[in-house]
Each structure stands twice: as structure tokens, then as C-alpha cells.
């Protein structure tokens, strides 16, 4: 009985194990995470400039809901159109305003 039970716990020992590895390839966690652990970056001095640099993506899909074509163009027309009313009242430190890109595969 001891044996059978020491069997099953080892067996849900190696299945969360292979679940981890698993979760960690899937996500290439392999790749980035030991060298992003172990690299130290010193903070910097208290009168020192830093540079902080921001990135927001809008998840935009034109094609949502079975949209025709003729729909989606629409969409991203009137998207580009608003782009610039929702965001140029927006300024970096230079006074320049935000800087993007549209992409869509």
C-alpha cells in the first residue's frame, strides 16, 4: 500500500513538473527568464537622467463580428481619422506628440 502511494505521489510530482516546463516553453520563458534573473542593472544616481520609454498597442480589429470588406475599410477609415482628435493634445518632455505605427496583417 506504502509502495502505491509512494508511486502516486511521485507521479503528480513529475506531471507538475512537466506542467511547469510545459507553461515555460510555451511562453519561451526558457529563452529570457535565467539571464533576466541574474543580470543585475545598478540604480541610477539620484541627480541623473532617465529616459522612460512608453508603448501602449491599441488591439484594433476591423474584421470583428463578420464585418464585409467594404465594412472593415470603414472602420479602419474612421479610426485613422479620430486618431489624431484622441491623441494630439499629448506632448513628451520635447513637445513632440506621439509617434505610431498602423499595422494589420
Same mark, same amino acid.
Given at each position: 500500500?506504502?509502495?502505491?502511494i509512494l508511486v502516486a505521489l511521485v507521479g503528480l510530482w513529475l506531471a507538475g513538473v512537466g506542467g511547469v516546463v510545459h507553461a515555460f516553453r510555451r511562453r519561451?520563458?526558457?529563452?529570457?527568464?535565467?539571464?533576466?534573473?541574474?543580470?543585475?542593472?545598478?540604480?541610477?544616481?539620484?541627480?541623473?537622467?532617465?529616459?522612460?520609454?512608453?508603448?501602449?498597442?491599441?488591439?484594433? /480589429?476591423?474584421?470583428?463580428?463578420?464585418?464585409?470588406?467594404?465594412?472593415?475599410?470603414?472602420?479602419? /477609415?474612421?479610426?485613422?481619422?479620430?486618431?489624431?482628435?484622441?491623441?494630439?493634445?499629448?506632448?513628451?518632455?520635447?513637445?513632440?506628440?506621439?509617434?505610431?505605427?498602423?499595422?494589420?496583417?
Amino acid at each position: 500500500m506504502r509502495v502505491l502511494i509512494l508511486v502516486a505521489l511521485v507521479g503528480l510530482w513529475l506531471a507538475g513538473v512537466g506542467g511547469v516546463v510545459h507553461a515555460f516553453r510555451r511562453r519561451a520563458m526558457h529563452l529570457w527568464l535565467a539571464p533576466y534573473l541574474t543580470t543585475r542593472n545598478p540604480l541610477p544616481d539620484a541627480d541623473s537622467c532617465v529616459d522612460v520609454f512608453l508603448c501602449i498597442a491599441d488591439h484594433f /480589429e476591423p474584421a470583428w463580428g463578420g464585418a464585409s470588406r467594404a465594412r472593415q475599410r470603414a472602420r479602419v /477609415e474612421r479610426w485613422i481619422d479620430s486618431y489624431g482628435d484622441l491623441f494630439d493634445r499629448f506632448r513628451d518632455s520635447s513637445g513632440r506628440p506621439p509617434r505610431h505605427t498602423f499595422f494589420y496583417p
